[in-house]
């Protein structure tokens, strides 16, 4: 998968059938001696605490930006818990009210952005 200069190619082809091999799950030339390594950290199945298996190698990316369980902070009192619960907990917790400190006035969380826009 590389340009080799056509001097070298018959000694790289050798080489390269002697040590190296193709991994069946994802293409790349991997060395022969690493070839059970590569699958076993790469490409055994693993589950995540949400109960999905996938690969290895893709467990990181799903924790951080996919699973359900991830953590995220709520917007309004940034209390850390799952992903799968911000929506409830923010419809709570954002329908909580605080008094403008320019009209006095109790204003919604999630409102309480805007608020200025239209206050006084």
């Known amino acids: 998968k590389k340009d080799i200069p056509a001097v070298n190619f018959i000694i790289h082809e050798i080489h390269c059938r002697r040590n190296i091999e193709i991994c069946p799950y994802c293409s790349d030339s991997i060395p022969k001696s690493e070839m059970k390594n590569h699958i076993e950290s ?8 949400c109960r999905m298996k996938m690969e290895s ?30 929506q409830e907990h923010e419809l709570y917790c954002g329908a909580r009210t605080e008094p403008c400190g320019r009209c006095g006035r109790h204003v919604l969380l999630r409102e309480l952005q805007q608020h200025p826009r239209v206050c006084g």
């Not at 490409?43 to 605490?49: G, P």
């Open 42 to 49: 790469e490409h055994v199945q693993v589950t995540c605490k």
């Open 57 to 86: 190698s893709l467990l990181k990316d799903h924790e951080a930006s996919s699973c359900p369980l991830r953590p995220v902070l709520c917007q309004f009192c940034d209390i850390q818990l799952a992903f799968n619960k911000l």
